[in-house]
């Protein structure tokens, strides 16, 4: 990854931080990973899994790689965020309740989406997976 895309998405993710508006986790990751000019909230699929399909699959996570969490036996998407540090693998994203939050430990965010009431509902988390954030023009 380009040294000039590595600034602006530490610059970006400062500036997610501060919004105020409604968001979600989204609007916020793809805000940060310059998929999308504005941070906002995104709830169609038509939106997201396009701009998810360009991006390249990784095996493995990388640093500012994205993490896209997959539920239930289709496996559809369920929440999104930026891989912030390697080891311990930790995230930045915005969470079920709205709230930004930075380098957070991924493991505990799998617990947290996995709540009985999550599970019971939705269906399991069945699957992490990391994909490359393209280099800004």
């Given at each position: ?22 968001t979600n986790c989204f609007g916020t990751a793809f805000y940060i990973a310059g998929i999308f000019e504005k941070d906002m909230f995104i709830c ?94």
């Amino acid at each position: 990854m380009e040294q000039k895309t590595i600034i602006k998405i530490v610059k970006r993710i400062k500036l997610a931080k501060r919004h105020k508006r409604v968001t979600n986790c989204f609007g916020t990751a793809f805000y940060i990973a310059g998929i999308f000019e504005k941070d906002m909230f995104i709830c169609s699929p038509y939106i997201y899994e396009p701009a998810i399909a360009k991006l390249t699959k990784l095996e493995q996570p990388e640093l500012y790689s994205l993490a896209i969490f997959k539920r239930g036996e289709n496996r559809y998407i369920d929440h999104i965020a930026i891989i912030t540090r390697i080891n311990p693998l930790l995230i930045t994203h915005r969470d079920l309740d709205e709230q930004f939050k930075k380098d957070e430990p991924l493991d505990e965010v799998v617990k947290r989406h996995s709540s009985e009431s999550l599970v019971k509902t939705y269906g399991s988390i069945t699957d992490i997976e990391y994909r490359r954030i393209p280099n800004f023009n």
